[in-house]
């Protein structure tokens, strides 16, 4: 088990600018959950897959977020024409199916918007 | 809407001391589940504990237990003989039974004296 793998640790890029991050979950969990976490505050749900189907998006999910799991074991969260607002942390998590399974979290990808 | 507060933002306890953080969360649900997760500087947030809303019985792992009062909505967290690594951002949680996302309180920075 080595754990939810999320690269790259951080991204600075200019406003404008695409950019896209990577979450390698627990090789074993069909689960996927993105979550974005600004300064001071909690994570914020954005988006879970089981597999390869994407069964939620929050409404903080703008037409500029996009995300995937084409084959059910990674996920890219890409943003478009990033903005100064997406300065955040962005958190992948993963579990296996069934009641009240744990969300296992990576260590995040913190994007700086210049 | 489901919404979790945590009105401490930040706590000190002396070492080998108790502390308590308080929760209080709103939900119209009777089927749920409530954690406490751990973040500590620049590493990965992990569970500390869990709570079935169906159990009366406090949830308890090693140090860490919790005091849950589903009438009053309510659910701290003690930790007793407090160490150095438990200083971190701890967020109390709430998932809905049949929902696959966690709802996060903002935090609270807990310091350890030594």
């Known amino acids: 088990d080595t754990g939810v793998s999320q690269n790259p640790r951080h991204k600075i890029t200019k406003r404008g600018q695409n950019v896209t991050f990577r979450c390698d979950p627990i090789s074993e969990h069909n689960r996927l959950y993105w979550y974005r976490q600004t300064l001071g505050q909690g994570p914020e749900f954005l988006t879970y897959?089981?597999?390869?189907?994407?069964?939620?998006k929050s409404r903080l999910l703008s037409d500029r977020f996009s995300a995937e799991r084409p084959k059910g074991s990674f996920s890219t969260l890409e943003i478009q024409r990033t903005e100064q607002g997406d300065s955040a942390m962005y958190l992948c998590?993963?579990?296996?199916?069934?009641?009240?399974?744990?969300?296992?979290f990576g260590d995040g990808t913190r994007l700086s918007i210049l | 809407a489901q919404t979790v507060t945590q009105s401490q933002p930040e706590m000190s306890v002396q070492e080998a001391e108790t502390v308590t953080l308080s929760c209080t969360y709103d939900t119209s649900e009777s089927d749920y589940y409530l954690f406490w997760y751990k973040q500590p500087p620049s590493r990965q947030m992990i569970l500390v504990i869990r709570?079935?809303?169906?159990?009366?019985q406090n949830a308890t792992e090693n140090r860490f237990s919790v005091n849950f009062q589903k009438a009053a909505k309510s659910f701290s967290l003690k930790i007793s003989d407090s160490q150095l690594g438990d200083a971190a951002m701890y967020f109390c949680?709430?998932?809905?039974?049949?929902?696959?996302?966690?709802?996060f309180g903002k935090g609270t920075r807990l310091h350890i004296l030594p």
């Open positions: 897959f089981q597999n390869e189907a994407q069964l939620e």
């Open positions: 709570q079935e809303a169906y159990k009366q």
């Open positions: 949680a709430y998932r809905r039974n049949r929902d696959d996302k966690i709802i």
């Open positions: 998590a993963s579990s296996t199916t069934g009641p009240n399974q744990p969300q296992h």
